[in-house]
């Protein structure tokens, strides 16, 4: 099987920073692109950030210039860096990736359980 489970949520205040972790595990041959989406109350969920293979990274436009996504391809682990995060990122930061495993189905869309992240002072 395959896990991706995060980690670094938390409570923070609005200007801080914070750092998520994704660690992925298990079955995998390989880890395509990467993801981090989120879901505030009440609402949809939404991409976030993205990352592929090779490290070419896209960004919603409400955390250009704030957040930054990595990732490490050696330990299979997605990070989001968050700076100067404000009250209306509140939500539960979810990691998805494509990845290659090395059980059938080798195809999978996979994704982490959440993390609960809070902006406020």
């Known amino acids: 099987q395959v896990q991706l489970v995060e980690s670094g949520g938390g409570l923070v205040q609005p200007g801080g920073s914070l750092r998520l972790s994704c660690a992925a595990s298990?079955?995998?041959?390989?880890?395509?692109?990467m993801r981090w989406y989120r879901q505030a109350p009440g609402k949809q969920r939404e991409l976030v950030a993205a990352?592929?293979?090779?490290?070419?990274?896209h960004y919603v436009d409400s955390v250009k210039g704030r957040f930054t996504i990595s990732r490490d391809n050696a330990k299979n682990t997605l990070y989001l860096e968050m700076n100067s995060p404000q009250p209306e990122d509140t939500a539960v930061y979810y990691c998805?990736?494509?990845?290659?495993?090395?059980?059938?189905?080798?195809?999978?869309?996979?994704w982490g359980q959440g993390t609960q992240v809070t902006v406020s002072s």
């Open positions: 998805n990736a494509d990845i290659v495993a090395t059980v059938r189905p080798y195809g999978r869309n996979s």
């Open positions: 298990g079955s995998i041959f390989r880890i395509n692109d």
């Open positions: 990352i592929t293979s090779s490290g070419i990274t």
